[in-house]
C-alpha cells in the first residue's frame, strides 16, 4: 500500500478498522464457529448481531458504498485497503455490513432502483435489518454462460409469473433474508441473446418461493456462504418489480458484478495474509528433525513465494481498482479479469501451504484454515469460473493486434 498515498479520511477508517478487529472480531472468531455449528444455516449467530451494533456505533458501516449519502463515499481505490482487512476474518465483513451478496444488491438497488424499490428494500438493507438473495445461477444449465439461464419471467396483466430452478442463491437460508433478486428470461425469442434476460424483484415470503436446502461448501454449511438451492413455482409478483425494464438483466449483471469480483479479490488477499502470518508464527513454534520447521528449506521456499504472490496480487487489485474508479468498469474489464482469475489461486495456494504447515490439524478448523480454503476455492467458480475470465483476457488481448 506504500505505493498508493492514502487521505486522511481512510487512513483514519483504516486505523479504527485494525482497533475493531483487534478488540472485537478476532477474539470472538472461535465463538462465531461455535454459533455456526449451533445454530446451522438456518439460523443466525447472536455473536454477529452484537458486532453489528458496535460497528455501527463507531461509524465503520457501509464502507463499500461509494454513494455517500448512504455509504463512506470511497473509491474503489480507497475502499480497497479496508475491504482486505476485514478479509481476514470470515466473521468481520457482515459486520459491518459489507458481506455479499447484500453488496451487490445494495449496489443494484442504488443504482437501478426506483424511489419505491429503494425505500422498500435499499434502506432496511443499508441500516442491516434485513438481509438479501441473488438468484441467477441454476443446476440444469451450464450456468458460466448466463445466456444458458432457463428460469421465466412472464407479463399476465399487471403482473409477472415466475418460474425457475436455482441453486448457489447466496443467503436463502438466512431468516433475515426478505427479498431476493431474481434473473430470468423475459423474451427468450429475442435475437440479441443478451436482451432476453431481466432481473426482477421476488420478497422472499411470496407463495410459490421454495428454499429447498442449504449447500454446503466442502462440508461447511452456512460458513464462508449461505448457498441454498431455491425453487420458484408460479411466483406472482406486482409488474412494478422489475428492475430497470425488461431485457436489461445482463445490463444489471454487469454493473453488479465489476465491483463484487474486486471486492471478493480485496478480501481474499487479506484471507491470504492471514494464513501466511498463522504459517509464520506456526513453523516458528515446531520443530522438526532438530530445528524448527520455519528453518527448514521448503518452508522458507513457501513462506518467500506466498509473500511474492500476496503481493503481486495486491498490486494487480489497486491497479483494477484504479482503473475501475479513472475509466469505468467497462473499460477496466481485463483488470478485472486478471485479478479474478490471480486472486482466488493465490489465495487457495497460500492456505494449501498453511495447512501443510500445520500438520493434521490444518485440516481440521481449529485454525481456520480448511473453511479459508473452502472460501478461496469457492471463489474460483463464483462471479464466474476461470475458464470464462481467462477467455475474456485472451481475446481483449487478441483485440489489440486485429
Given at each position: 500500500?506504500?505505493?498508493?498515498?492514502?487521505?486522511?479520511?481512510?487512513?483514519?477508517?483504516?486505523?479504527?478498522?485494525?482497533?475493531?478487529?483487534?478488540q472485537?472480531?478476532?477474539?470472538?472468531?472461535?465463538?462465531?464457529?461455535?454459533?455456526?455449528?449451533?445454530?446451522?444455516?438456518?439460523?443466525v449467530?447472536?455473536?454477529?448481531?452484537?458486532?453489528?451494533?458496535?460497528?455501527?456505533?463507531?461509524?465503520?458501516?457501509?464502507?463499500?458504498?461509494?454513494?455517500?449519502?448512504?455509504?463512506?463515499g470511497?473509491?474503489?481505490?480507497?475502499?480497497?485497503?479496508?475491504?482486505?482487512?476485514?478479509?481476514?476474518?470470515?466473521?468481520?465483513?457482515?459486520?459491518?455490513?459489507?458481506?455479499?451478496?447484500?453488496?451487490?444488491?445494495m449496489e443494484?438497488?442504488?443504482?437501478?432502483?426506483?424511489?419505491?424499490?429503494?425505500?422498500?428494500?435499499?434502506?432496511?438493507?443499508?441500516?442491516?435489518?434485513?438481509?438479501?438473495?441473488?438468484?441467477?445461477?441454476?443446476?440444469?444449465?451450464a450456468?458460466?454462460?448466463?445466456?444458458?439461464?432457463?428460469?421465466?419471467?412472464?407479463?399476465?396483466?399487471?403482473?409477472?409469473?415466475?418460474?425457475?430452478?436455482k441453486?448457489?442463491?447466496?443467503?436463502?437460508?438466512?431468516?433475515?433474508?426478505?427479498?431476493?433478486?431474481?434473473?430470468?428470461k423475459?423474451?427468450?425469442?429475442?435475437?440479441?441473446?443478451?436482451?432476453?434476460?431481466?432481473?426482477?424483484?421476488?420478497?422472499?415470503?411470496?407463495?410459490?418461493?421454495?428454499?429447498?436446502?442449504?449447500?454446503?461448501?466442502?462440508?461447511?454449511?452456512?460458513?464462508?456462504?449461505?448457498?441454498?438451492?431455491?425453487?420458484?413455482?408460479?411466483?406472482?409478483?406486482?409488474?412494478?418489480?422489475?428492475?430497470?425494464?425488461?431485457?436489461?438483466?445482463?445490463?444489471?449483471?454487469?454493473?453488479?458484478?465489476?465491483?463484487?469480483?474486486?471486492?471478493?479479490?480485496?478480501?481474499?488477499?487479506?484471507?491470504?495474509?492471514?494464513?501466511?502470518?498463522k504459517?509464520?508464527?506456526?513453523?516458528?513454534?515446531?520443530?522438526?528433525?532438530?530445528k524448527?520447521?520455519?528453518e527448514?528449506?521448503?518452508?522458507?521456499?513457501?513462506?518467500?513465494?506466498?509473500?511474492?504472490?500476496i503481493?503481486?496480487?495486491?498490486?494487480?487489485?489497486?491497479?483494477?481498482?484504479?482503473?475501475?474508479?479513472?475509466?469505468?468498469?467497462?473499460?477496466?474489464?481485463?483488470?478485472?479479469?486478471?485479478?479474478?482469475?490471480?486472486?482466488?489461486?493465490?489465495?487457495?495456494?497460500?492456505?494449501?501451504w498453511?495447512?501443510?504447515?500445520?500438520?493434521?490439524?490444518g485440516?481440521?478448523?481449529?485454525?481456520?484454515?480448511?473453511?479459508?480454503?473452502?472460501?478461496?476455492?469457492?471463489?474460483?467458480?463464483?462471479?464466474?469460473?476461470?475458464?470464462?475470465?481467462?477467455?475474456?483476457?485472451?481475446?481483449?488481448?487478441?483485440?489489440?493486434?486485429?
Amino acid at each position: 500500500m506504500d505505493l498508493f498515498t492514502l487521505s486522511p479520511k481512510v487512513q483514519d477508517l483504516k486505523a479504527r478498522l485494525l482497533a475493531f478487529m483487534d478488540q472485537h472480531v478476532y477474539p470472538n472468531e472461535e465463538r462465531y464457529f461455535r454459533e455456526s455449528a449451533e445454530h446451522g444455516p438456518w439460523g443466525v449467530q447472536p455473536v454477529v448481531e452484537e458486532l453489528k451494533a458496535l460497528a455501527r456505533e463507531q461509524g465503520l458501516w457501509n464502507l463499500f458504498l461509494p454513494d455517500s449519502e448512504h455509504g463512506a463515499g470511497l473509491s474503489n481505490l480507497e475502499y480497497a485497503p479496508l475491504c482486505e482487512i476485514m478479509g481476514r476474518s470470515l466473521l468481520a465483513p457482515e459486520v459491518f455490513n459489507c458481506s455479499a451478496p447484500d453488496t451487490g444488491n445494495m449496489e443494484v438497488l442504488a443504482r437501478y432502483g426506483t424511489e419505491e424499490q429503494k425505500r422498500q428494500w435499499l434502506v432496511p438493507l443499508l441500516d442491516g435489518r434485513i438481509r438479501s438473495a441473488f438468484a441467477m445461477t441454476e443446476p440444469a444449465v451450464a450456468s458460466s454462460d448466463a445466456t444458458n439461464i432457463q428460469a421465466s419471467i412472464r407479463r399476465e396483466g399487471d403482473e409477472y409469473v415466475i418460474d425457475g430452478h436455482k441453486w448457489f442463491t447466496t443467503g436463502a437460508t438466512d431468516p433475515r433474508c426478505k427479498i431476493i433478486i431474481f434473473m430470468g428470461k423475459t423474451n427468450p425469442d429475442h435475437p440479441d441473446k443478451h436482451k432476453q434476460q431481466s432481473m426482477i424483484l421476488v420478497p422472499k415470503d411470496t407463495p410459490g418461493v421454495k428454499v429447498i436446502r442449504p449447500l454446503p461448501v466442502f462440508g461447511f454449511a452456512g460458513v464462508p456462504d449461505r448457498a441454498a438451492e431455491v425453487v420458484f413455482e408460479n411466483v406472482r409478483v406486482p409488474a412494478s418489480n422489475i428492475l430497470l425494464g425488461e431485457g436489461r438483466g445482463f445490463e444489471i449483471a454487469q454493473g453488479r458484478l465489476g465491483p463484487g469480483r474486486i471486492h471478493h479479490c480485496m478480501r481474499l488477499i487479506g484471507l491470504a495474509e492471514r494464513a501466511l502470518e498463522k504459517m509464520c508464527r506456526r513453523t516458528k513454534e515446531r520443530v522438526a528433525f532438530g530445528k524448527p520447521v520455519a528453518e527448514q528449506t521448503v518452508t522458507l521456499e513457501r513462506i518467500a513465494e506466498a509473500r511474492i504472490m500476496i503481493d503481486q496480487c495486491r498490486l494487480l487489485t489497486m491497479h483494477a481498482a484504479h482503473m475501475m474508479d479513472t475509466v469505468g468498469n467497462k473499460a477496466a474489464k481485463a483488470q478485472i479479469a486478471m485479478i479474478k482469475v490471480a486472486a482466488p489461486n493465490m489465495a487457495a495456494k497460500v492456505v494449501d501451504w498453511a495447512i501443510q504447515a500445520h500438520g493434521g490439524g490444518g485440516v481440521t478448523n481449529d485454525f481456520g484454515l480448511a473453511v479459508a480454503y473452502a472460501t478461496a476455492r469457492l471463489l474460483r467458480l463464483a462471479d464466474g469460473p476461470d475458464e470464462v475470465h481467462r477467455n475474456q483476457i485472451g481475446k481483449l488481448e487478441l483485440r489489440k493486434y486485429a
